[in-house]
């Protein structure tokens, strides 16, 4: 340990352990004063030994936290450890609110100032505190997004249950309608009165045009192809019913889980439904790709620009809908320059892949 040693005019060794102890505790006092003003950088409890070690030139300090499940102080492995309790040691022990935060083992002159002692001890309690706060604001972070991700997965759900409740409900009784006319019909033959021919015409057209208004709508609540046939096929599908010119550039015809599936095709199904409305576009462009483990979906318009999500619920929507699968979502819309929407979600997140024509379980 390097001490400040002088001879007096005696030829007597003196040690000065004053200016010692006011080098230890300027460093620590700059240290703590860092932290309060950028706590961004304060150390963890794990990296606080030698930074501590370094501002008090006491090489050998240590801290060992307190384990409440093991009742005990424990090492950097979380391996219980003794305390020493010779006088080649000091123990300056760090309590918390409601049990101890940690013990540390240092020099014994630290103990000739209290004052630093008690520095020592509120850089150990602040490190601390911090990890503490971190880790909650970490859990409740996991929450939100664990929660988030419930309430896509039970729209979802919902969705596939009303779709199925309309194909098995109202869309068969609206094809048997359907047949129904077309056979009364033939069976009237040529010799029906006009305006009962007119009757029944108006009344098939009407059954075709509500039967593909429900086919629409169940489509857009849960799309069979989607699970069925997969991503590839689907946006093909969305492109082909979109009143613009789409162009469809997907490089992977891998399954990917539900989730991640239904995310992607959400939002190209919902970028070409405000193209549609606002973009005044000529043509778009939709690209699918999966690099290194990241699904990339573009869509690229030629239209006016000036997308503001801020400004729909469609957008905000789509965004907490990619955020539920870890994804992100970056809209880059300058007026008269068109718009570009990229989707990055991570492809093995929610659940294994699925093989290349396997259907999804409902």
């Known amino acids: ?3 400040h040693v002088t001879v007096n005019a005696n030829g007597e060794i003196v040690v000065d352990r004053t200016e010692f102890r006011e080098e230890r505790l300027r460093p620590l006092g700059h240290l703590l004063n860092d932290w309060d003003v950028r706590s961004g950088t304060m150390p963890s409890p ?3 030994r030698p930074v501590l070690a370094d501002a008090l030139g006491d090489p050998s300090l240590n801290v060992f936290p307190w384990d409440p499940n093991l009742d005990a102080y424990v090492d950097a492995v979380g391996k219980p450890t003794a305390l020493p309790t010779d006088k080649r040691r000091a123990v300056t022990l760090v309590e918390g609110p409601d049990e101890p935060l940690a013990a540390i083992v240092h020099d014994p002159a630290l103990l000739e100032d209290r004052g630093l002692v008690t520095s020592v001890a509120a850089a150990v309690r602040m490190s601390f505190d911090n990890a503490h706060l971190a880790a909650e ?3 409740q972070l996991e929450e939100v997004r664990a929660s988030r991700a419930r309430i896509v997965a039970a729209g979802d759900a919902e969705r596939k249950r009303v779709e199925r409740d309309l194909h098995d409900g109202a869309q068969q009784r609206l094809v048997s309608m359907t047949l129904a006319l077309r056979l ?3 069976q009237l ?3 029906i009165d006009p305006a009962a021919l007119a009757s ?7 059954a075709r045009a509500a039967l593909s208004e429900l086919r629409e709508l169940a489509h857009g609540l849960h799309p069979q192809i989607l699970t069925q046939a997969g991503l590839s096929a689907a946006v093909e599908s969305l492109a082909d019913r979109a009143p613009v010119r ?3 550039d997907v490089s992977t015809d891998t399954r990917f889980a539900p989730a991640v599936e239904e995310a992607a095709y959400f939002v190209v199904s919902e970028a070409l ?7 005044n576009a000529q043509t778009v462009l939709v690209r699918v790709a999966c690099t290194a483990g990241t699904l990339t979906v573009d869509v690229i318009d030629d239209g006016i620009g000036g997308a503001d999500p801020a400004r729909g619920s469609g957008l905000r929507g789509l965004s907490d809908r990619i955020a539920a699968v870890d994804g992100s979502l970056v809209i880059d819309s300058r007026a008269g320059s068109g718009t570009r929407r990229r989707a990055r979600i991570p492809a093995d997140s929610f659940g294994p892949r699925m093989s290349p024509g396997a259907a999804i379980p409902a």
């Open 1 to 3: 340990m390097q001490q």
């Open 46 to 48: 794990e990296s606080l």
């Open 137 to 139: 604001v970490h859990a």
């Open 184 to 186: 009364a019909r033939t």
């Open 189 to 191: 033959g040529e010799h």
């Open 200 to 206: 029944l015409d108006q009344a098939s057209t009407a």
């Open 246 to 248: 789409v162009d469809v």
């Open 273 to 279: 439904a405000n193209i549609a409305k606002y973009a």
